[in-house]
């Protein structure tokens, strides 16, 4: 027996996020401010901050944050990985990074973003399409849709806050957008 790097797209995410709350909480202190976190407020004329519109992603502010988040990554990850392969994955999270970033920026100029909160949202929104047949609605998809954007946009109003659940109902819209619109599927591959 051997162990497998089995899902290439959610393992290096996960490692890199690790990374970067591991240096920026010892070597580097600031490192997430600095380069894994929206600016606010965005600055046309800097480079750094198109990179953060993106990068954000892998900036965590604390072990719990990382761990709420990768604990659902990791276990759908490699799912939607094996239904649609990781170079579509790597792209359907990077779309899903830059667009909540780029959200983020206009409606919330002066507040930071940072996690992989829409990647999550995105993922379990997506997972409920892996047996999507074309004219179909999935019942299940209904369910997520309710529970998890319900719950999220059901706190937003309740705490008037929606900054919080911003990412998380971006990135499910994201998910059920790449879900309904459906990219290739990969052919499954024979151990």
């Excluded at 959610?10 to 976190?37: D, K, Q």
């Excluded at 946009?153 to 459906?182: C, E, M, P």
């Amino acid at each position: 027996m051997r162990v497998r790097y089995n899902a290439p797209t959610t393992l290096t995410f996960a490692i890199l996020a690790a990374l970067v709350l591991l240096l920026s909480g010892t070597i580097m202190p600031g490192l997430t401010e600095s380069w894994f976190s929206t600016p606010a407020p965005f600055h046309a004329g800097e480079v750094k901050d198109y990179i953060k519109l993106f990068s954000h992603a892998l900036g965590h502010a604390s072990v719990d944050h990382y761990i709420s988040n990768f604990s659902f990554i990791l276990l759908l990850g490699p799912i939607l990985e094996a239904t649609y392969g990781s170079l579509t994955v790597l792209v359907m999270m990077f779309v899903t990074a830059l667009v909540t970033g780029v959200l983020n920026v206009l409606l919330f100029p002066n507040t930071i973003l940072l996690g992989a909160s829409g990647v999550v949202f995105m993922m379990i929104l997506l997972a409920s399409f892996t047996n999507f047949q074309k004219g179909d609605i999935p019942l299940t998809f209904i369910l997520i849709m309710v529970i998890y954007l319900g719950r999220e946009v059901w706190d937003a109003v309740a705490q008037h806050s929606n900054i919080s659940h911003f990412a998380h109902i971006i990135g499910g819209l994201t998910g059920s957008f790449f879900g309904f619109f459906k990219p290739t599927r990969q052919p499954a591959k024979r151990a």
